[in-house]
């Protein structure tokens, strides 16, 4: 038996599964978490690609909000923390003097989902996409509820104009997920039905 728990936590290890995680310090579970998020985002992506120093391409956060504090939720007179986690990345396409960004949060939620759930369906609008049910949570971002691995997935999409002294970034086109980034997590992570 002794000799099957050690090699389950081999296996663990080695595979960088998230249930040993808490058994290393605060740092460590840091790079275990963002190494496993790299395999959520491909570093290219037809004409795009990863955006940012390989260390900061993809950031992780945990946010807890107040449910109470939130005039949808506080209608459910619950309170408490509601919580999820999100992977995010952005994906830059080059072309002169302005660029194509999309940016990709995969969030899983990780206290009260059905509360989470239910401000989605309140404060945004539904509409479809080549027959899947979508969320527009303004002109330039969708968002979904993927049949698995996530619970919630954005993209929103713009540009980014850079001249010599500045950058600025617009998100005013309406996404229509035909980006080939949009495209692809639609793909890989496809809403319910």
């Not at 790079?31 to 496993?36: G, S």
């Not at 969030?107 to 969320?135: A, H, M, Q, R, W």
């Not at 968002?143 to 540009?159: L, M």
Request: hydrophobic share 35%.
């Amino acid at each position: 038996l002794v000799v099957l728990v050690i090699i389950g936590f081999a296996v663990a290890y080695v595979t960088n599964l998230s249930i040993i995680d808490r058994f290393f310090s605060d740092a460590t579970q840091k790079t275990r978490q963002l190494n496993r998020a790299r395999g959520y985002f491909p570093e290219n992506i037809g004409t795009y690609a990863l955006y940012g120093e390989p260390s900061s391409q993809i950031q992780v956060s945990q946010t807890c909000n107040k449910i109470e504090d939130n005039p949808i939720l506080k209608k459910t007179g619950r309170t408490g923390d509601a919580c999820m986690k999100t992977f995010v990345a952005e994906y830059r396409e080059s072309s002169q003097s302005v660029n194509g960004i999309v940016r990709i949060n995969l969030s899983n939620f990780t206290k009260e989902s059905e509360l989470l759930t239910l401000l989605v369906e309140e404060s945004t609008t539904k509409d479809t996409l080549d027959g899947y049910p979508i969320y527009r949570l303004s002109s330039a971002g969708i968002g979904w509820f993927p049949a698995s691995k996530f619970d919630f997935i954005v993209a929103r999409e713009g540009t980014s104009i850079v001249s010599t002294s500045s950058e600025t970034t617009k998100y005013s086109e309406v996404s229509t997920g035909k980006n080939e980034v949009t495209a692809y997590f639609i793909s890989k992570y496809p809403p319910q039905k």
